[in-house]
């Protein structure tokens, strides 16, 4: 599916990155979940937010992404920081599984399946990935009646229900272990704005440096909606073992 409104989509989180309050807030329960000594996959790297995170805090990192232009810039923030970005690579995920099978201790796949139109031949790319016994990480956007005009743009086939992202997983090998919502908040704008206004939402403030809105969303995501499981939400995460 064409990229570009994704690229456009990163090319703008890219330079607020470390205070994107989405991905940051996202990062803080996944570190949560995983272990300093676990060999991760981060698979959909994009512009390497989550890899710069993880390398900040010590953890062994692969990064790869099959779009050079979000690859340009995930190097670009990496050396900015003094990182290497020399485990960062270009690669399909049916290539880069014939060359690593059964490697990784932990993947780490946020919000990338929806852009893949044969979802369950991904999940099984992603499922020889990883060792016997290990950890999958997981995000897509939930609920299909929210899809709209944002999801194409950025490029989504779908979006996912609990029940079948559930048997998705399991069909394609995976014991999922907790598949919970988040960002409820998200999900009741999201709805108001698409069902009700019928408009998109207008997220320009996502992307300015230094916005009050961005300030205070960080917080309220770290301190409330990171603490609860909600019944709906705009994102599905999962933690599946193989």
Same mark, same amino acid.
């Given at each position: 599916?064409?990229?570009?409104?994704?690229?456009q989509h990163w090319e703008k989180i890219f330079r607020i990155q470390e205070n994107d309050f989405r991905a940051k807030s996202l990062e803080k329960i996944i570190i949560k979940l995983l272990n300093k000594d676990y060999e991760i996959l981060d698979?959909?790297?994009?512009?390497?937010?989550?890899?710069?995170?993880?390398?900040?805090?010590?953890?062994?990192?692969?990064?790869?992404?099959?779009?050079?232009?979000?690859?340009?810039?995930?190097?670009?923030?990496?050396?900015?920081?003094?990182?290497?970005?020399?485990?960062?690579?270009?690669?399909?995920?049916?290539?880069?599984?014939?060359?690593?099978?059964?490697?990784?201790?932990?993947?780490?796949?946020?919000?990338?399946?929806?852009?893949?139109?044969?979802?369950?031949?991904?999940?099984?790319?992603?499922?020889?990935?990883?060792?016997?016994?290990?950890?999958?990480?997981?995000?897509?956007?939930?609920?299909?009646?929210?899809?709209?005009?944002?999801?194409?743009?950025?490029?989504?086939?779908? =979006? #996912?229900?609990? *029940?079948?992202?559930?048997? /998705?997983?399991?069909?394609?090998? &995976?014991?999922?272990?907790?598949? @919970?919502?988040?960002?409820?908040?998200?999900?009741?704008?999201?709805?108001?704005?698409?069902?009700?206004?019928?408009?998109?939402?207008?997220?320009?403030? =996502? #992307?300015?440096? *230094?916005?009050?809105?961005? /300030?205070?969303?960080?917080?309220? &995501?770290?301190?409330?909606?990171? @603490?609860?499981?909600?019944?709906?939400?705009?994102?599905?995460?999962?933690?599946?073992?193989?």
């Amino acid at each position: 599916m064409e990229q570009h409104g994704l690229i456009q989509h990163w090319e703008k989180i890219f330079r607020i990155q470390e205070n994107d309050f989405r991905a940051k807030s996202l990062e803080k329960i996944i570190i949560k979940l995983l272990n300093k000594d676990y060999e991760i996959l981060d698979l959909g790297c994009g512009s390497c937010g989550l890899t710069l995170s993880l390398l900040k805090n010590g953890y062994k990192v692969t990064s790869v992404d099959n779009s050079e232009e979000m690859l340009e810039m995930g190097r670009e923030i990496l050396q900015k920081n003094g990182l290497s970005a020399s485990r960062v690579y270009k690669s399909d995920i049916a290539s880069f599984t014939d060359k690593n099978k059964n490697k990784f201790d932990c993947l780490i796949c946020l919000d990338v399946i929806e852009h893949i139109k044969d979802d369950h031949d991904a999940l099984l790319q992603i499922h020889r990935l990883i060792k016997k016994g290990g950890l999958l990480v997981l995000s897509v956007p939930a609920h299909q009646n929210l899809y709209g005009p944002k999801d194409v743009e950025l490029g989504h086939y779908r =979006r #996912y229900s609990k *029940k079948d992202l559930n048997n /998705k997983l399991r069909n394609s090998g &995976f014991n999922v272990k907790m598949i @919970r919502f988040w960002n409820f908040t998200g999900a009741i704008i999201t709805w108001m704005y698409i069902k009700i206004l019928n408009k998109r939402i207008a997220e320009d403030f =996502r #992307y300015k440096e *230094k916005s009050f809105k961005t /300030k205070i969303l960080k917080w309220y &995501f770290t301190l409330f909606e990171n @603490r609860i499981r909600p019944p709906f939400g705009l994102t599905l995460l999962v933690m599946a073992k193989k």
